[in-house]
């Protein structure tokens, strides 16, 4: 791995990397399963994101990751669309997941449940 003297080549070395894991024009849904997002349905909500995507042939990744740190809110999912910053939303259940892909994976419109910027992508 070659030494990273700025904050530039974090930011290319970040990118190149994401690319090879999920592909440059893919979308990303993470569902956050930590203990919270767990006792608060996540895993039937990442069930329903894998379902649901491949019954409407959308081609995304979708994947587990642990707590953000938004356990009032769970579940909480972060949708990271191609060439877009990553949308976290929360309280979602199989309904806001519903719309959630009808009106932001497939139209690009953003919907209620989006919580603070102060979130921070890592």
Do not use: C, W
Not at 8 to 20: F, G, N, T, V
Not at 69 to 85: D, H, K, N, Q
Not at 87 to 114: C, M, P, R, S, W
């Amino acid at each position: 791995m070659p030494k990273i003297n700025s904050p530039a080549e974090l930011s290319k070395h970040k990118k190149e990397i994401r690319e090879k894991l999920y592909g440059q024009e893919k979308i990303l849904i993470r569902v956050h399963m930590g203990t919270s997002g767990l006792a608060s349905g996540a895993k039937s909500i990442y069930e329903f994101f894998r379902e649901e995507l491949e019954k409407r042939n959308i081609e995304a990744t979708v994947i587990n990751s642990g707590d953000m740190g938004y356990s009032f809110a769970e579940p909480t999912i972060e949708v990271r669309l191609p060439g877009r910053e990553a949308v976290v939303f929360g309280n979602v259940d199989k309904i806001k997941a519903d719309e959630i892909i009808e009106k932001y994976i497939k139209n690009g419109e953003l919907t209620d449940g989006i919580l603070p910027a102060n979130y921070r992508s890592i």
